[in-house]
T-cell receptor, first 115, second 112 residues
């Protein structure tokens, strides 16, 4: 049973460019959440997708957008990259319904470096 | 306001020693509390999950406690090993579904 998979694992971009990160949730999970984790900090919630719609959003600008596909996989898009966007981007999946409540599995993350 | 606070921010201990990490939360209504271990540059991995009715849960050398009345949890690590060096994150979820609140983590360094 594959867990949460993310791609790419590492990437380097320059300021102003755009990036797309991808996530496949754990089997049986239909909800995907994205987090940004700067070096030495805890994960910061970006947004959550369920039934192909953004259900919750953290305090991130509109440059951060996402999408969820019918197979529950998800993409995170960041436009007009800034140096401060350099971080580890984590994807987590969970079941919207079912037990145990609060089950949350993380992928290994995508390390984005903006030069 | 729903918040999760962890202490200490960082900790250095000798290999073989025990340590205890703390997590205080104000999340309500409470559903469950998880402790995650995160190695540098990797994704967090779940250590334990505790619901309202559980006071203690163990996973090998890791033992988590929960006091739902005082809204406090601790993670006790016994006989620490070098591989325990990591960040430990406390995550609390609300009883209304997929809402998770993260602590800022405790960075643990185990030295020989």
């Amino acid at each position: 049973d594959a867990g949460v998979t993310q791609s790419p694992t590492h990437l380097i971009k320059t300021r102003g460019q755009q990036v797309t990160l991808r996530c496949s949730p754990k089997s049986g999970h239909d909800t995907v959440s994205w987090y940004q984790q700067a070096l030495g900090q805890g994960p910061q919630f970006i947004f959550q997708y369920y039934e192909e719609e953004e259900r919750q959003r953290g305090n991130f600008p509109d440059r951060f957008s996402g999408h969820q596909f019918p197979n529950y996989s998800s993409e995170l898009n960041v436009n007009a990259l800034l140096l401060g966007d350099s971080a580890l981007y984590l994807c987590a999946s969970s079941p919207q319904r079912g037990s145990p409540a609060g089950e949350l599995f993380f992928g290994e993350g995508s390390r984005l470096t903006v030069l | 306001k729903n918040q999760v606070e962890q202490s200490p921010q960082s900790l250095i201990i000798l290999e073989g020693k025990n340590c205890t990490l703390q997590c205080n939360y104000t999340v309500s209504p409470f559903s469950n509390l998880r402790w995650y271990k995160q190695d540098t540059g990797r994704g967090p991995v779940s250590l334990t999950i505790m619901t309202f009715s559980e006071n203690t849960k163990s996973n090998g050398r890791y033992t988590a406690t929960l006091d739902a009345d005082t809204k406090q949890s601790s993670l006790h690590i016994t006989a620490s090993q070098l591989s325990d060096s990591a960040s430990y994150i406390c995550v609390v979820s609300r009883d209304t579904g997929n809402q998770f609140y993260f602590g800022t983590g405790t960075s643990l360094t185990v030295i020989p």
